[in-house]
């Protein structure tokens, strides 16, 4: 009995419920409309019977006759009638549930951000100042990778690896978000220690694309590690490498003196050995000089390194007209077992 109940007794009252409905896509949703047809169909039928039928009037009591709620049994039948046209609508709209499940297939790049955080990124040349361009671009540009692994690199006078490879985008975007000026007590730009830390990421990583994203406003000027000869480096582990300069040079803004007025400072990029590692790395040089430029960069760069993801989505459908059926069948042979009973007025029929 039990297992009558659930194979059975229990999806068929399962499916009366809101909760069941809402939740089912239709194959024909136009053929709902006649739900509430069916309704002002019987409300019609009982409208016109009420004007058509005849009334004879003869009294058989004194006074007014009273109301009694047996009275009421009389519309049992048409109930259950519109009950099952309305189970047999709900089985022609053809309830249905799709299972989507989708497997991917191909491999990912493995990235490595390296974002400067020396005290020069402070200026203000990109808004609100260089480093918080350049995260926030970063961010954008993990959101949009799917499938990648994605590691972060903080350098300044020295340099480390912040986080590893991974496709955890939300913990990135979270690492992202909490690089900060005087991360690193060492005070200088140590490029070529940056891409020594990418590279020890990059060289093991078994992917087939690895590519490493610097990001610096300055020159070399701490680490032990020469710039170019760690590209080099990198490039014979099959690594690419992608530079972008970030800001202008010249005299940029840098917060304000005493008085409220904006400081100038003079600041240099060295394009020259930027351009050199890019090309050891069989990468690019940019250089962005705005916000928009930045989010440009990035645009492009998204570009060039595409996944070769593959996704692949198989979708089950299953139908549950079935359960709305047997209501309807039913609740039609209830119809008619009623319409032999004294709940039917058989001189109406």
Not at 178 to 198: E, F, K, Y
Request: overall charge positive; charged content about 20%.
């Amino acid at each position: 009995m039990n297992q009558f109940w659930q194979q059975f007794l229990a999806p068929l009252v399962d499916g009366l419920r809101y909760s069941t409905l809402a939740g089912y896509t239709w194959a024909h949703p136009r053929l709902l409309l006649l739900l509430p047809a069916v309704v002002l169909l019987f409300l019609l039928r009982e409208g016109l019977a009420q004007r058509r039928r005849a009334k004879l009037g003869v009294a058989f009591v004194r006074g007014q006759a009273r109301t009694h709620w047996s009275a009421l049994l009389r519309f049992v039948p048409d109930v259950v009638l519109a009950l099952s046209l309305m189970m047999g609508v709900l089985a022609l709209a053809r309830p249905q549930r799709t299972d989507e499940r989708v497997e991917q297939s191909g491999r990912g790049i493995d990235i490595v951000l390296a974002v400067d955080v020396s005290a020069s990124m402070e200026l203000q040349d990109l808004q609100p100042n260089r480093l918080e361009a350049a995260k926030r671009v970063a961010q954008a540009f993990v959101q949009g990778r799917r499938g990648d692994r994605i590691g972060l690199v903080a350098f300044a006078g020295d340099a480390y690896s912040v986080l590893p490879l991974t496709t955890d985008y939300e913990l990135l975007q979270e690492e992202l978000k909490n690089l900060r000026l005087g991360l690193i007590p060492t005070d200088g730009t140590a490029i070529g220690t940056a891409l020594g830390v990418a590279t020890n990421r990059l060289r093991t990583a078994p992917g087939r694309s690895r590519v490493c994203i610097l990001l610096s406003d300055g020159e070399n000027t701490a680490g032990a590690l020469d710039p170019l000869t760690a590209a080099q480096l990198a490039h014979s582990f099959g690594l690419k490498l992608y530079t972008i300069g970030l800001g202008r040079d010249g005299r940029v803004p840098y917060g304000k003196d005493e008085l409220g007025r904006p400081r100038y400072v003079e600041t240099r990029l060295d394009e020259t050995t930027m351009r050199q590692i890019a090309s050891a790395g069989e990468g690019q040089f940019f250089r962005a000089t705005d916000n928009s430029a930045l989010r440009g960069i990035f645009a492009r760069i998204n570009r060039l390194e595409q996944s070769e993801i593959k996704l692949t989505r198989y979708r089950n459908t299953h139908d549950y007209y079935r359960y709305y059926l047997y209501w309807c069948l039913g609740l039609w042979l209830l119809w008619l077992a009623l319409k032999n009973t004294f709940l039917t007025n058989a001189l109406e029929d």
